[in-house]
Structures are given as C-alpha cells and as structure tokens.
C-alpha cells in the first residue's frame, strides 16, 4: 500500500495555504519548511509566465535518506510513507546530503533533523495529510497508488504525470500534473540574487561567466522564490578528510617505516603514534559536528548496518585497534605481535582511506561527490602524501618517504585537476565542479582555495625529494624543514577539501 500524492500544477494557486497548514499542523519553526511553493517566472517583458511548484519530501520507494541514516531514525513504512523519529536523530546530517530533492531541514532549536511524514499521525486515524485538506483548487492528491480504481492512481497513469529528478533512481512517489519541466529541474534556471518578497538566506551560487558544457540553462527563466538550506558539512568535514588521511597514511606506511629504522623510537613507534593522535582527533571532529553530540554511542547502539557511516566507525575502530595493539605489544617487547598488527593495519588503513568514497556515494544528493571511480583512488593517493609527510620529521633524510611524497602529491595534483575542469554526467555534478575553483579560502578572501591549496601541495611533493637528496634534512634542522613541509601540506589539502565539500553543496536541489 504505497501512499503518495498527485500535485496537479494546472490548479495551483501559488497561494501557500498548503505551507501554512504544515507548519501549523506539525509545529515547524519559523524559516524552515516541510513543504514550500517555489516560483518559476518564464518569458521576457511582456509575455512572462509565472509557473507554481510545489516541492515536498518524496516519500521515495529506495529512500536514499533512510539508507544513509546512522542510527535508523528514518524508517520506510509498509504505508509507504518515509517516517523521523526526532527523538533517535543524533544531527550528523547525512540525511541532508542523501536527499536529492532538499526535503530535510535541521531544526536548530532540537539539533535534530524534520521533513514532511505525510501527516502520519492524521493518516493513522483515517484523516488526510493537513497540506490536501487547506488546499482550495484541490491540487494537491493523495491516497494508496496500489489501487488502481483510487483518484490517485488514475492521475499518476496520465501521460503528462512526471517525478523530480528521475535519473537518482529513488523512485519518487510525488507525481506532477503540468508543471514546466524548468521548474522542476534545479539548475536551469537563473537564480537571482534576492527573492520577490524577501532576501535570500543564502548567497546565490556563484557560477563562472560561460557555464560548464552540458548546462542546458534557460537564460528566459528565474526562479523568483524558492527556499534555498544552507550548507550543512563545513571546515568540521574538510578536516575530518585530512586528519583520517594523516592518520591511515602512518599506519600504512609502518612497515616501510619500520624496516628503514628498525630498533629506533623512529621506526618501533612513531608510526602508531602518530596514527592513534590523528585517529583521536578525526572522531572528536566527527562527534563535534553532530548537533546532538551526547547521543554519538547510538552509532554503534542501535545501527543502520547499510549506512557507511556505521560501516566506517566499524573500519576506524577495527583500524584504531591495530595501531594500539601493535603500539601496546612493542612497548612490551613482544616484537613479533607488533610486526604482525603493524602489517595487519595496513588493509585496515587503506579502507580508513577510502570508506568514505562509499559513503559520500550514499549522498544522493551530491552527484559532484559520487564519481566513487575517482575519488577512491584520490583518498588513498592523499593518505599515501600525507602519511608519508607525517613521518619524515621522524625520518628527513629517507628518500623512500620523500618519493612517496611526490608520488601520492602529484597523484592528488592530477585528480584534483579532473573533478574541477574534467567531464561528469549530471547538471548537478557539472554546476559544483565549476564552482570549485571560485570557493574562497576563507570568508573575505582574494585567494581561492582550490588554486593555493593546489599550489601548496604541488610544492611540497616536488620539494620533499629535492631537499632530503640535497642532503638539507641530514642537517640538525632536518626535522624542522620536514615538519614545515608537512605542516604546509596539512593545510593546502584542507583548501582543496573546503573547496569540494562546499562546491558540492551549493547547486539547488529545488
């Protein structure tokens, strides 16, 4: 019994009564909507049309949201109907990321995520949701598309009936009766700097003069109003993505670590150490960003086990266990155990490396994020770069390490280079891209982050073997210069991930 809803564009009014009926029904905050109008104007002055979409959660058949939700505060109904339980949500987000129509929102008042549940609570008592009964054109239909003598079932069979985004593969239970298809594809129109009735929460992407090729733009279309969320993973993210890189990149190199310096405190420790330490710093900024950060142990209490979310915090604790294993067997001078955990980390870090590429695959929402191909080999070419930096301090004059340095910099040089200026299959994907190269470094900046991180991590992988070849790191001041080109590398990779984490979020998903 899959319910869902008709919304017949012919009828609407663009008069929000729907809008208002939801956020009194259900309580929701000023700013935040679970269901909104959004004006399309198509035309020139004097022959413009304004076109009426009304834009709510899809109640998906292979809900994205409720995949990627950690804790399973998102549940598929045998109604159909993709149901929160804010009381379960811990904030991580994710949900956010998944959903390719923008239907969820953070309450900032709870710090948990809400979306429209179809008005569980009304349909459980035989009532229809609030937004179809306020409506006075009788746009807006619902009810049970399995049977096929309903209303609904026979609007949804019409020809013209059509879904957001298909291409997503969600299966969208929201079926649109004459909207123009501009108004239903985020991206192609204009997107004005200001609102007709109100400012813009949120800046307007700042596209490049000439778009991207394979941006179907229709420069005679606006969107006048509409309701645009902020970007919900920030700095917290980007340096998520560095520490867990810094860290897996020691514990993957150990071996070699501990095959140059075998017997020192260098080759028998450091590498563990300094894993453990960037471990320890990757999930304080994972349960920091939470905005319920007391209830993180519902990861591992009450699992999603097809989150990657949950999966990774498998991966990083079955990672974090080696390190210390190995570290502890070491210290008691059981050698052998440590050589065995040291090698036995090393799988372990490569899919601490690269979970996320499985994880940002979930976020459908995110096309720029979900080329998996791409950017699981460019994660473990950062954790080779960084890895290999964090331990030359300990090592300068290893030239091994230092032609790991170029190798995985240059690696990360080459990719980071596609996914700005590269082809992708999707409008979605093609509009961040071209935004990657135009996101600041940081607010007010002239120098844009994509290009100085670029820049700085470039210079480090061709100065590392440079400099220890020189015969410069040999000297007392080795792992002074060492540690400067490591810490300049730490910081021109959290550029380039401030740059892709946010250009992946700003194209409208409504």
């Not at 904030?91 to 429209?116: F, R, S």
């Not at 070849?469 to 810490?487: K, M, P, R």
Request: aromatic letters at 10%.
């Amino acid at each position: 019994m899959p319910y869902g809803f008709v919304i017949d564009q012919t009828r609407c009014i663009g008069c929000h009564a729907c809008t208002v009926a939801c956020k009194s029904e259900n309580d929701v905050p000023v700013g935040d909507f679970r269901t909104w109008v959004k004006y399309t104007e198509i035309g020139t002055f004097p022959t413009v049309r304004r076109h009426f979409s009304v834009l709510r959660c899809n109640h998906c058949t292979n809900a994205p949201c409720v995949t990627i939700c950690p804790v399973n505060a998102l549940d598929k109904r045998s109604d159909g109907i993709v149901d929160l339980d804010r009381d379960v949500c811990i904030g991580c987000k994710a949900c956010m990321q998944a959903c390719p129509y923008d239907a969820l929102y953070l309450n900032e008042e709870t710090g948990g995520a809400e979306k429209c549940h179809y008005c569980a609570h009304r349909v459980d008592q035989g009532l229809e949701p609030a937004c179809v009964v306020v409506c006075p054109e009788e746009a807006i239909i619902s009810g049970d598309f399995s049977d096929p003598e309903s209303k609904i079932a026979k609007l949804r069979s019409r020809p013209d009936a059509v879904v957001r985004r298909p291409e997503q593969g969600t299966g969208p239970n929201v079926h649109y009766i004459g909207a123009d298809p501009v108004s239903l594809n985020p991206g192609t129109a204009l997107e004005p700097d200001s609102y007709i009735w109100s400012e813009r929460r949120f800046e307007a992407p700042d596209y490049p003069p000439v778009m991207p090729d394979g941006v179907d733009l229709y420069p005679d279309a606006t969107t006048v109003l509409d309701v645009n969320h902020k970007v919900h993973w920030g700095w917290k993210v980007s340096a998520y993505l560095v520490t867990k890189g810094i860290g897996a990149g020691a514990i993957l190199l150990a071996p070699l670590v501990g095959a140059a310096a075998a017997g020192t405190n260098a080759g028998d420790y450091a590498p563990e150490i300094v894993g453990i330490f960037f471990l320890a710093v990757t999930l304080l900024l994972l349960v920091v960003d939470l905005k319920r950060p007391l209830q993180f142990l519902s990861i591992l209490l009450r699992p999603n086990v097809k989150s990657w979310l949950v999966k990774g915090s498998w991966v990083l604790t079955a990672f974090g266990g080696a390190a210390l294993g190995a570290l502890v067997a070491r210290a008691m001078g059981n050698d052998q155990l440590a050589d065995i955990l040291r090698y036995a980390g090393m799988p372990l870090a490569i899919g601490a490396a690269c979970y996320t590429a499985l994880l940002f695959a979930q976020c459908e929402g995110r096309d720029l994020w979900q080329n998996t191909r791409w950017l699981a080999p460019h994660l473990l070419a950062q954790t080779v770069f960084l890895g290999a930096l964090a331990l030359l301090p300990f090592l300068p004059a290893n030239m091994s390490l230092a032609w790991l340095v170029t190798i995985g910099g240059v690696a990360h040089a080459g990719i980071s280079l596609r996914e700005a200026y590269g082809g992708h299959e999707t409008t979605n994907a093609r509009l961040a891209a071209s935004l990657m190269p135009r996101i600041p470094a940081w607010p007010g900046s002239k120098f844009m982050a994509f290009k100085l991180g670029l820049v700085i991590t470039t210079i480090v992988s061709l100065a590392a073997p440079a400099v220890a070849s020189a015969g410069w790191l040999n000297s007392d001041l080795g792992w002074v210069l060492a540690s400067v080109l490591a810490l300049s590398a730490f910081v021109g990779t959290f550029f380039y991930e401030q740059c892709y984490i946010r250009a992946g979020q700003l194209p409208p998903l409504s």
